[in-house]
């Protein structure tokens, strides 16, 4: 059984920045691609940021040439650093594997940007 656990959310201004982390325990993340998302009040679960085995990233339009996800196999773990963040970023952060998804869903990370 995989367990996830992110951790790094709060508050923070517009233009801040914010680095989440999610760490993974139960199996070995290496060989799997790793993604973010995120929910935003009232709306359905998105895909934000993507990180094959391989390292190669994809990122939806919203948060492209401002988020950035990374990956430490040896600490399986998995980060996103945002930065210029925007009140539209408002949202609970997940990390969770590529689909199919059959991981369970850790509780989260809520981020909030106001000013």
């Known amino acids: 059984q995989v367990q996830l656990v992110e951790s790094g959310g709060g508050l923070v201004q517009p233009g801040g920045s914010l680095r989440l982390s999610c760490a993974a325990s139960g199996r070995k993340i290496s060989i799997y691609g790793m993604a973010w998302y995120r929910q935003a009040p009232g709306k359905q679960r998105e895909l934000v940021a993507v990180?094959?085995?391989?390292?190669?990233?994809n990122y939806t339009d919203s948060v492209k040439g401002r988020f950035t996800i990374s990956r430490d196999n040896a600490k399986n773990m998995v980060f996103l650093q945002m930065n210029s963040l925007k009140p539209e970023d408002t949202a609970v952060y997940y990390c969770n594997k590529l689909a199919p998804i059959n991981w369970s869903w850790g509780k989260g990370t809520l981020v909030t940007v106001s000013s």
């Open positions: 990180i094959q085995n391989g390292g190669r990233t």
